[in-house]
């Protein structure tokens, strides 16, 4: 299912300093969100991709390499390439699809500094379906009231830039796409945030799924009170997606010391 991204330009080395204190704790940052996804059950094999901005520097991305599964990422391990799919920095290639789809979606959204693209297995489900994939009848759900699009149009594999812009254009000003028969892509300011929406979202799915397995019908909030609880939620998710994000690393220290490498 996953492609090695092909180039035949030569991989170009930068002169730039990508081993700042900040891009260090990026790598960290990003390796334990592969990490807590992998125990989690929210990686598929050796697809899927988390990409992050690289400090300093946005015209480059962290990215997944290709062949690695999420239990086995670590900080070191994550390649660093330019938008044009040139590695700048590590072993590896990216895997294709990473690259059509991540590259082209931080070019074209500068606010999108985290994306994160999964086929966890909840969400996914929902996004196999007819019509709206989240019904907003649970709490969690309303973190992502007015926060989510559809992108109805697969085609199957993105492979070209064309798709990537494509599957870029879906966003608009959304946080959560869903992708139809294909999976999810979460975005956000911060590795932290993008972490958070990422969890939280399977979890909305999950009860969701677990809700409408029963036959019974889904009893959806009304808009006003969906409205103000996410506005309520808002108010404080920056510090507890910090949080939630500190609090995974604390736990990995315990059992995948190994990330931090």
């Known amino acids: 299912m996953a492609h090695a991204l092909d180039r035949s330009a030569p991989a170009l080395r930068r002169n730039a300093d990508l081993d700042t204190p900040e891009i260090r704790q990026a790598r960290i940052d990003l390796a334990a969100c592969f990490r807590m996804a992998h125990r989690l059950g929210l990686h598929e094999g050796i697809c899927n991709h988390l990409s ?7 015209d480059l991305m962290l990215v997944n390499p290709y062949g690695l599964g999420f239990g086995e990422v670590t900080a070191s391990r994550l390649l660093i390439t330019d938008f044009n799919g040139n590695v700048v920095a590590g072993e590896g ?18 606010r999108a500094k985290a994306a994160f693209h999964t086929h966890m297995p909840n969400a996914t489900a929902l996004s196999m379906l007819e019509g709206q994939p989240l019904v907003w009848a649970g709490q969690t759900a309303l973190k992502f009231f ?14 070209d830039e064309r ?13 959560i796409v869903f992708m139809k028969n294909h999976g999810v892509m979460v975005v956000g300011p911060t590795v932290a945030e993008a972490w958070d929406d990422l969890y ?7 009860v969701q799924r677990l809700a409408m397995a029963t036959g019974r019908t889904l ?3 009304p808009d006003s009170v969906a409205r103000l609880t996410y506005e309520q939620m808002r108010e404080g998710d920056r ?3 910090r949080l939630h994000l500190e609090s995974v690393k604390r736990q990995l220290l315990k059992t995948d010391p190994d990330y931090v490498e």
């Open 93 to 110: 290639v990216p895997e294709a699809t990473a690259f059509f789809i991540h590259a082209r979606l931080h070019m074209k959204h500068p």
């Open 146 to 159: 007015g926060r989510t699009l559809v992108d109805e149009d697969y085609n199957g594999l993105a492979l």
């Open 163 to 175: 798709e990537g812009d494509r599957i870029a254009a879906s966003l608009g000003e959304a946080d």
């Open 239 to 241: 510090e507890s997606a």
């Open 52 to 58: 992050l901005v690289v400090p300093g520097h946005d």
């Open 219 to 221: 009893k959806p909030v």
């Open 200 to 206: 939280y979202l399977e979890r909305a799915c999950e």
